[in-house]
């Protein structure tokens, strides 16, 4: 038998995934190394969807010096093919001699900056490799001694204490989320109505960092106001944003008023007592009949399914344990729990876009 694909085995298949659980550390630092090159933005406006370049030439726009670059950049995209980030093609030169060209896989084309120029590539700026394994580093630690979490073991301190003073990570932090929120945001409210019956009124952003959640959202109701809260020195940097508002302060203390109350990736931050408690400042915040809108991740009950939105999730999960002390990612039923306990009525939950949730939450 000339071909090398194995045979269909139980025990194979097992094996192979547990090997490459323990090898799939190496993925990560292969994107971080690709998106450093600017090797998908490179594919990217070479041409159309579709376009493929040879790692010969990938190697000559980055100017490496390094004559074994091509061959190296070779076996960096050829790995990330098998994730679809780039898609593999094998070619014939006229003496005969094959190599592979390289273009834009699926998840490759969410890596590259989009029309606005936003990019989930930021994101691994501040959540990059060796930050989460240092801080994974002491998760084992972190469960046998309880205590600091494993980014405070390793940092010193915790994550948005570590923010408030270290203004590079900050700036990575904003950063990452202007462009994480902006590319979720911007599927989300083509399917979302929700905000529309607020429009004349006032919403206020809990944790709105740099204000990107009330720019989208103004973008399409100018009518609408909008408050962006967060602890002073965040909203210190943020831009001037029509129609916006910056308010500093600290959602445990209280909320500015408005006719609704948003929260994007807020409360999975915190522990189960006070995500009652900024709940419950909301529900102080609004006039009867008021709303919060909330969009988080939902985990489910059971994990009989392996789909990339639960895993995705999970993954999250984990990473919220390591960076705080008691956040995690809720299941429907925990968030239900919270909303009762915060004096609110049962949330109304409409999926969103990327594994997120929306859920609404209104004041009697």
């Not at 029509?242 to 600290?250: I, N, P, S």
């Not at 409360?267 to 709303?291: E, Y």
């Not at 009989?304 to 999960?317: R, V």
Request: aromatic share 8%.
């Amino acid at each position: 038998m000339n071909s090398t694909q194995i045979p269909p085995d139980e025990d194979e298949e097992d094996m192979l995934l547990a090997m490459q659980l323990i090898g799939l550390r190496i993925v990560p630092y292969a994107i971080k190394t690709a998106i450093e090159l600017d090797l998908l933005e490179i594919i990217a406006k070479a041409g159309p969807l579709g376009t493929h370049l040879s790692p010969l030439d990938l190697a000559s726009k980055v100017a490496a010096r390094n004559p074994d670059a091509p061959m190296m950049i070779d076996r960096l995209l050829r790995l990330l093919s098998a994730y679809s980030v780039c898609t593999c093609k094998l070619v014939n030169e006229k003496e005969g001699k094959e190599f592979r060209i390289y273009g834009l896989g699926k998840a490759g084309r969410k890596l590259i900056k989009d029309e606005d120029r936003f990019s989930l590539a930021s994101t691994l700026r501040f959540t990059n490799p060796k930050f989460e394994g240092d801080m994974c580093s002491q998760l084992t630690a972190s469960i046998l001694e309880g205590g600091a979490r494993a980014y405070e073991r390793v940092y010193g301190d915790l994550i948005f204490k570590d923010m408030e003073k270290n203004e590079n990570i900050r700036a990575e932090f904003n950063e990452a989320m202007l462009n994480h929120t902006s590319i979720v945001m911007k599927k989300i409210l083509k399917t979302y109505n929700g905000f529309n019956s607020l429009s004349g009124g006032v919403l206020v952003d809990v944790g709105g960092g740099l204000g990107a959640n009330l720019a989208l959202i103004l973008s399409r109701l100018p009518k609408l106001k909008g408050v962006n809260f967060d602890l002073p020195h965040v909203v210190s940097e943020a831009p001037k944003i029509k129609g916006v508002e910056h308010v500093g302060g600290d959602m445990f203390d209280a909320i500015p008023r408005g006719q609704a109350i948003f929260m994007k990736w807020i409360l999975h931050d915190w522990n189960d007592d006070q995500c009652v408690a900024i709940l419950k400042n909301c529900k102080k915040a609004l006039p009867k009949n008021g709303k919060v809108i909330i969009i988080e991740y939902i985990m489910p009950r059971e994990i009989y399914e392996t789909d990339l939105a639960t895993k995705n999730s999970l993954f999250y999960d984990v990473g919220i344990m390591c960076a705080t002390q008691g956040g995690k990612e809720r299941t429907k039923e925990e968030f239900e729990v919270l909303a009762m306990k915060a004096g609110f009525n049962l949330p109304n939950i409409i999926y969103g876009a990327y594994s997120f949730w929306i859920l609404e939450l209104y004041a009697d």
